[in-house]
């Protein structure tokens, strides 16, 4: 499928080369061709969406589609975090997220779906690549959306992998901004001290215009990132647990970047670093069982057993541990600061290989744990394999560089796709 | 008033020396004597909580009332955050800490009054140890609940200085956790930097109980701190801005605690801490700007002029500076872990002076912005003085070292007792 920049689109529909509804109308035609088979949506209502198009066309976003997952809050839209337990619910008001896509002139046709409390328990979205398999979670519906070009980007959220493991399995770009840049008010709450809004596209620069269109920026394009790129290709501690095809694709990624000029290295995280994965489980599950007090008070038989199972190891780790996973976590923020110094990117692998087939099983987050626990900003690019379905590379940066992290990632991207 | 310590009271519960019901009454009584005047909940439902008593009187916390601020979703009574745009909203959830103290027994007699979305805008609490002044906020009146004896304890929420400065002025022990360790789910947030759940109580074993429970802990005492402790007196950059009431309390809180055999020095913070009030500043306004997107976009003029003025400077944060500011914050907290290393506790200032007198201003901040940046425990322990009103002195600890940090505190109450 050939990709037009969010950025082209945009300039086409500004200068009335092509009208708002026609951009509109390729992405619900997308959406009525693919939908019943790929099931992106908890929510779908693009009659709604299209009735509202005149207010919307003259804004920042066109009217154009954005997918956004159904673990943020919609006062005009039902609101589910993928739970039984919240069918029906109409919340008071739009998260924060939501409400700044209006106000920028998204259409939110609908509300993607989300795993249960965008934890494990999977929803019926299909990956758009390949139906048999899962698009990845928790974030599925808004990945698998952009994927099929039902929306030319999306919101998801990563505590875990959420963002970063369905972008890989889709074929897409996905985008988990430094910890605490994105609003999370409105949305759900799983662990706080991970909780990360995080974006999708079909390329670097569609996320990059959303994120800063969505922090208040002017929607400029980034500089270019000058010359060489300094980057540390992590092979980590749990290499082993890369697929062949995954382990390939992320030698083969680095191969093509040194014959780019860029300086590729292999480096070894610190030996610290391999308890984060530990820790980041505590401090999740703990969170999570407290941020759930309620469902567990007043509906427990309608939570899942992969979240009760959850919540019991959660209630299970005691309020010392957790303090002393927070500190641990902290001590490895500040050593992270001082390792990329020496480097411009990290390289790393972005899932342990195509997605699964089946839908019951979303993949393993054990390559994202540690960057959600370190609060970097991470992407993962698709990237050329003879496996039988996407697969991505990680891209990871500097905590609170974003802008300079995006412009190395458009770099990496334009090396990769020559 | 005497104080009987809320551990006293639930075993005297628990032994059947009075029982669940003549308990809550007595905060009843308090409430109906004083609660036309003191105004210190924005909803109040004694009958359905005196109804429910028989199920609670057996659990942890007794029945007793605890005061619960309207910051946090309540499903079963209003939930305005202190905004006329709420007014009637009734969430569809309890918030994680209001579910955790149904479970532990409490009676939530109501939801006690907040500034506006835990901001500058007063609501109608007047101090109930001197009702021609404030008793200070955002928790207002949790703060005043507990100090009229209407609750033994109550919960509040602080940004910048929204428990140790209420609880200061109200003559009560406030008690803020590390950032992070109660749950902020079903919360309204306004600046999730630092917004953190805190506790109020008649002494510090009062709030170390409470706190204990709520983090799933049996409630066992914390064990005594052994002997000489090791204090570190800041007076600091604001010491011109604290009244002379205030400084007086402070270097006699210093002198009674050298006098009791602890060891005192004065001790200068490093000088990036100066510049960390308006880091908070800056991330409070841009977060505060962002999390309030749908009131801005819905009810602009249903905000006060208080908070719009505050998103109006959030929004003028670019991302870049709230970046950076968080990038200083998180260098300020690991350098305040090394100077913390040298000492046991801090003590400083818990605010400029007692209470101001009306309820326009809830008084300022300027000595709890620091330690809200730098996510530390922080208690506010009243002190015996010739002030009209009650003026507090602040004690600052490890982070995630609450336990050790309460049993100090306690030990540091003692001496000022003695």
Known sequence: MTHTPLRDTLAEIARGDITATEAFDACAAAIEAREPEIRAFAHLDLDRARDALPGRAGLPL????????????????????????????????????????????????????????????????????????????????????????????????????????????????????????????????????????????????????????????????IPPAAGRLRIGLVRGANWSEASPEAQAALLGAAETLADAGHAVEEIRPPASFEELDAAHWTIMAREASLATAFEQATAPKRISASFSRLIADGLAVSAALHAAALAQMNAARAEMDGLEAGFDLLLTFSAPGPAPVGLEFTGSPVFNRLWSALGTPCATLPVRTEAPAPIGVQLVGRRYDDASFLARARAVEQALAA
Chains 1, 2 share one sequence.
């Open 62 to 221: 066109g009217g154009l589609p954005v997918a956004l997952k159904d673990i943020f809050d919609s006062a005009d839209m039902p609101t589910t975090y993928g739970s039984p337990i919240y069918a029906g619910w109409r919340p008071k008001t739009d998260a924060a997220v939501a409400a700044r896509l209006k106000a920028l002139g998204a259409s939110l046709v609908g509300k993607t779906v989300t795993t249960e409390f965008a934890m494990a328990h999977p929803g019926p979205t299909r990956n758009p690549r390949d139906p048999a398999r899962t698009p990845g979670g928790s974030s599925s519906g808004s990945a698998a959306a952009v994927a099929a070009g039902m929306a030319p980007v999306g919101i998801g959220t990563q505590t875990a992998g959420s963002v970063i493991r369905p972008a890989s399995f889709c074929g897409i770009v996905g985008f988990k901004p430094s910890f605490g840049t994105l609003p999370t008010a409105g949305m759900k709450p799983l662990a706080p001290s991970f909780d990360t809004v995080g974006l999708f596209g079909r390329a670097v620069d569609d996320c990059a215009l959303l994120y800063d269109l969505l922090l208040g920026g002017d929607g400029a394009p």
